[in-house]
């Protein structure tokens, strides 16, 4: 069971983004996946995450209005839409799946079955 981020860049405040993260091994679609991201010296922090059906989402404070999570699940693969960049975005970002979890309960990384290999979004100023 593997899953692969991608789509990681350096790009300028205001830029956008469009990560990608598919999934292999197994089928995700029917179960809550997300995004975490983690900045230089800080912990592994909640982005996003989205139901088996795309039908509910559900976002950190600091992302809301600026990112979008969807998925496709013909795909067997999620993505994040990364607008209005700003630096404090900076950080290598991982995408995640749950197995139990609903996507309220997702924030806390502890309920997270696998892990992608994470990719790095650079944000200058």
């Known amino acids: 069971v593997q899953l692969q981020a991608s789509g990681g860049g350096l790009v300028q405040a205001g830029d956008s983004l469009r990560l990608s993260c598919a999934a292999s091994?197994?089928?995700?679609?029917?179960?809550?996946m997300g995004w975490f991201r983690q900045a230089p010296g800080k912990e592994r922090a909640f982005v996003a995450a989205?139901?088996?059906?795309?039908?509910?989402?559900y976002y950190s404070d600091s992302v809301k209005g600026r990112f979008t999570i969807s998925r496709d699940n013909a795909k067997n693969t999620m993505y994040l839409q990364l607008n209005s960049l700003k630096p404090e975005d900076t950080a290598v970002y991982y995408c995640?799946?749950?197995?139990?979890?609903?996507?309220?309960?997702?924030?806390?990384?502890?309920?997270?079955?696998?892990w992608g290999q994470g990719t790095l979004v650079t944000v200058s100023s």
């Open positions: 995640a799946a749950s197995l139990t979890a609903r996507i309220g309960t997702m924030r806390d990384p502890r309920t997270v079955d696998y």
């Open positions: 091994g197994r089928t995700f679609s029917h179960v809550a």
């Open positions: 989205i139901n088996w059906s795309a039908a509910g989402t």
